[in-house]
């Protein structure tokens, strides 16, 4: 309870401290993938997880390839239009005014969140604002997940990477952003596993090339895309 109160009040400093939001608005959360438990609330999400993600348009990279359950989808058409300055960026999500420290970013578009009026305040599962989760992380921010199908969530989008994509970070390797100092939602530092800027086999941390998992350092795996295969953590 303690840890939780002090990862909120840290987070309400940083937003405090003036990092610029670029996006925000009122709708409805959603659920379609689940990388953790692809069994659960009645589905099956192993074929949605194998499913490409918006923000990675050259090297094909899926749901399962990002492999974690934080990644959000977001109005298509805003993100269409300018996948550089969305992707990969950290969205605050809140539920009756509460921010929650789940370090989510923008990964993928979602076709409902676009269409019909951004200021649409009833729910509408052919047209209404919001973004698209995967069922854990919609479970964990209200229990009633499950049975409604939808909750009411407020967010901000703000102008921090915590994942590269081709489209936000080109040139980079795709995967979470390095390092991040103490803040473990941005891939710790201290964790070479986990993002952090160095392992334990030099040569062989997330993004160096490799042919099996026998090339990867620590817990990192070799994960295949388009032209090759690359070394990732999670999340
Ligand atoms: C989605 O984004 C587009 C482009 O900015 C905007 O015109 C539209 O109102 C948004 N739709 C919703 C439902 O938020």
Redesign the pocket.
């Known amino acids: 309870m303690r840890a939780e109160t002090v990862a909120s009040v840290s987070m309400l400093a940083k937003l405090a401290l003036g990092q610029s939001v670029i996006n925000s ?1 009122n709708g409805f959360g959603t659920y379609y993938y689940d990388i953790e438990h692809p069994q659960s609330c009645f589905n099956d999400f192993t074929n949605m997880n194998t499913g490409f993600v918006e923000c990675s348009q050259f090297l094909p990279w899926t749901l399962n390839n990002v492999h974690s359950n934080n990644l959000v989808a977001m ?1 298509h ?2 993100l269409a ?1 300018n996948l550089a300055k969305f992707c990969g960026k950290r969205v605050v999500v809140s539920v009756n005014g509460q921010p929650s420290s789940t370090p989510f970013f923008i990964g993928d578009g979602c076709e409902r ?6 200021s ?1 305040t009833q729910w509408n599962p052919n ?3 919001g973004l698209d989760f995967s069922f854990s992380a919609l479970d964990s921010l209200n229990s009633n997940a499950c049975n409604a199908g939808h909750i009411d969530i407020s967010w901000q989008i703000l102008d921090e990477t915590l994942y590269n994509f081709d489209t936000n970070a080109p040139g980079q390797p795709t995967g979470p952003v390095n390092g991040g100092g103490g803040d473990p939602g941005n891939g710790g530092g201290s964790d070479p596993g986990n993002g952090g800027g160095t392992c334990s086999w030099a040569g062989h941390c997330q993004g160096a090339s490799c042919g099996s998992d026998n090339d990867c350092s620590d817990d990192l795996t070799c994960i295949s895309g388009n032209g090759g295969a690359y070394l990732r953590g999670k999340l």
């Open positions: 608005g109005n058409t805003l239009g969140c676009g269409t019909g009026s951004s649409n047209g209404a604002p």
